[in-house]
């Protein structure tokens, strides 16, 4: 009987990739034969990448022992593995105008870059103050998520904007209790207008 369970998937307009809590990666191709591959460890993030056919022909896997591996698309066969420090792999995402480059951040913070054309084949960039949720390079500006907050990095480590989404929210929850307290006591208002007048009536013995 099969038990496992599917912890990670990917859904692309040519297949859907699944990873399960055994290890084992799955490709379900729209059109074709399905294929699996077990890796080292339990797969925290699925990454497909386009070739220059800009069809998906790479799945980049982050792991839960910082393992980067890359397989080829549709069969799964291991192109390259990558290691990094720092804990569970937490999000990747691929350099563009680069040869099989990505960058990969850990549940501590820290950002790293991988590829066959890195010098000792990963860099550790920077560390951010907290886990990391998720990343995003636009041109050459690192955006990373962390929880409800927000900063951009360059290459070198150095923020360039940081925004606090935890106090726009702090904001926003308190204008909504004023607006709730101004809403109860017009209500409260309102039902005290609407009694009936009670007059004081001499008691009959």
């Known amino acids: 009987m099969n038990n496992r369970v599917v912890v990670r998937s990917l859904v692309t307009g040519d297949g859907c990739l699944v990873a399960m809590d055994d290890g084992a990666i799955v490709w379900r191709p729209t059109h074709g034969t399905r294929s699996q591959i077990k890796i080292d460890a339990i797969a925290t993030v699925l990454l497909a990448v386009k070739g220059p056919t800009e069809k998906y022909d790479i799945a ?74 998720s990343l995003r390079l636009i041109d050459d500006s690192i955006i990373i998520q962390s929880g409800w907050n927000r900063r951009t990095y360059d290459w070198t480590g150095e923020t360039t ?26 209500e409260q208002r309102r039902k005290e207008q609407s009694q009936p007048l009670m007059l004081d009536l001499p008691s009959l013995a």
């Open 161 to 186: 904007n940081d925004f606090d989404g935890a106090q726009q929210f702090a904001i926003k929850a308190t204008h909504r209790a004023n607006r709730r307290a101004r809403i109860l006591e017009s």
């Open 60 to 133: 980049a896997i982050g792991d839960s022992s910082g393992g980067v591996t890359l397989l080829s698309l549709p069969r799964l066969e291991v192109i390259e593995k990558f290691a990094v420090e720092g804990g569970i792999v937490r999000s990747l995402t691929a350099v563009t105008n680069s040869f099989g480059k990505y960058l990969a951040a850990t549940q501590n913070g820290s950002v790293w870059v991988v590829g066959t054309e890195v010098p000792n084949r990963a860099i550790k960039l920077f560390t951010h103050t907290g886990p990391i949720t």
